[in-house]
């Protein structure tokens, strides 16, 4: 099959093996050029196979030479459909780690039911006994609840107020004025519900109860704070909601496993182009100027720099730099006062005609369809290559 990038609104609905496999290697040749990290050794990676989930992945096998098992759900291929990106990229890590002599298995399924939860336990205790270290990365638009059946949609909306900003189209290019109505209670409860901290919690509940977690064992989830002029959208909106519950969770988990000396922590992590992020109103936006000024200050980062930073220099450091509130902030370049002052100054020019020259929009269509294997150096697209491809570790 001839791949080619196929467009419906913020989504891509192909992929390219080659191209998932080229950004992968990239991944892993930037750890690989990094000094080694004196981490931990079993790791569970709980939404593995995308954006900070797979960079999670990547920096655990080859920065500290881990054993990994990667949950995660993503499509394999069928009929004239390519299979999703996130196939394509778990396909390649395991072939890479199975290189390095790495153990690795993948669990493709809903991370929020009780049977993948029971799968990945009963592996664990058969391959590994204990986990060192647990990543939740998980970005979902909906979660049946394992309990109770009940079906929840996360909606990303502001709270109390409507919400009127700049937004922008990243394929065309168009610098438009959105106005986003506010939630109902009821869509905060069920964006808090399948972005919260409930299932992170059950994780690890389950996981102890099980008896697999290792004595000092810590589990990390991701937060974004960002600057105030995305905050009605994210920070103090329905997503917002769904971090403080989160933050919370991290507190209560890490009551849990007092006895295990074990701890629960929330990294704050910078704005970077997934396919999350890339749904969410503004956002694009910001991250396209966010991203002109960082590399011209020579600060940017992609998520493998976070992950890398996030175990090298804040988990597995001699000492953890924590802020005030007890979280990890790896969002603190782009936090920086004279890189939001940038910001600000060039919200208020940006529009259509000018978007090319004085944002990264280029940057971030690049990043965009760079995340479904198109675009990287390297690869024929024009030429014919199998849509099919197996994960060798997949149980
Ligand atoms: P992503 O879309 O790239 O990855 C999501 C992962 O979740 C994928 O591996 C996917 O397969 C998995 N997944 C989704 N539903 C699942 C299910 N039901 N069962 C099993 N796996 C499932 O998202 P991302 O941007 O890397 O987000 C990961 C976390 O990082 C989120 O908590 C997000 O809020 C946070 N974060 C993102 C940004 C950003 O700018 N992208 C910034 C800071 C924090």
């Not at 090298?312 to 450091?317: G, T």
């Amino acid at each position: 099959m001839i791949i080619k990038p196929k467009t419906r609104g913020f989504i891509c609905t192909t992929a390219h093996p080659e191209g998932c496999r080229q950004n992968v290697k990239e991944q892993i040749n930037y750890i690989k050029s990094k000094d080694p990290i004196k981490g931990p050794k079993k790791v569970l990676v709980i939404g593995s196979s995308t954006g900070y989930g797979l960079a999670s992945r990547i920096t655990a096998a080859f920065g500290c030479g881990a054993d990994t098992i990667g949950v995660f759900f993503e499509k394999p291929a069928e009929d004239k459909r390519t299979a999703t990106a996130g196939w394509y990229n778990m396909a390649a890590f395991e072939e890479e780690a199975k290189k390095a002599g790495l153990y690795s298995k993948s669990i493709n399924g809903d991370a929020f039911s009780d049977s993948i939860k029971e799968k990945t336990i009963e592996l664990i205790k058969k391959d590994w006994g204990k986990v060192d270290l647990i990543i939740y990365s998980l970005a979902a638009p909906r979660r049946t609840h394992p309990k109770t059946g009940e079906v929840f949609n996360s909606v990303i909306k502001p709270i109390g107020n409507p919400y009127t900003n700049k937004t922008v189209n990243f394929h065309t290019g168009e610098v438009s004025e959105i106005t986003v109505e506010p939630a109902t209670e009821d869509e905060i409860r069920q964006t808090v519900a399948v972005m919260g901290g409930e299932e992170w919690e059950m994780w690890i509940e389950a996981l102890k109860t099980a008896g697999v977690l290792a004595d000092g064992a810590i589990t990390v989830a991701f937060s974004y704070i960002g600057p105030e002029l995305t905050h009605a959208v994210y920070k103090n909106g329905t997503i917002g909601k769904a971090k403080e519950h989160l933050e919370a969770s991290a507190k209560n988990i890490t009551n849990l496993l007092k006895d295990i000396d074990g701890k629960a922590y929330i990294s704050v992590n910078k704005a970077l182009v997934t396919q999350s992020s890339s749904a969410i109103p503004v956002v694009p936006l910001y991250i396209s100027l966010l991203f002109k000024i960082m590399k011209e200050k020579g600060i940017h980062e992609g998520c493998i720099e976070q992950l890398y930073r996030l175990f090298a220099e804040r988990l597995y450091a001699d000492t953890l730099l924590l802020d005030n509130e007890g979280r990890i902030r790896l969002d603190d370049l782009e936090m920086r006062e004279d890189v939001q002052n940038e910001v600000a100054k060039l919200w208020s020019k940006v529009n259509t005609e000018n978007i090319e020259e004085i944002t990264d929009i280029k940057g971030y269509r690049e990043d965009f369809f760079k995340l479904f294997g198109f675009g990287l150096s390297g690869i024929n697209y024009d030429e014919e290559c199998s849509e099919k491809v197996d994960i060798p570790g997949l149980v």
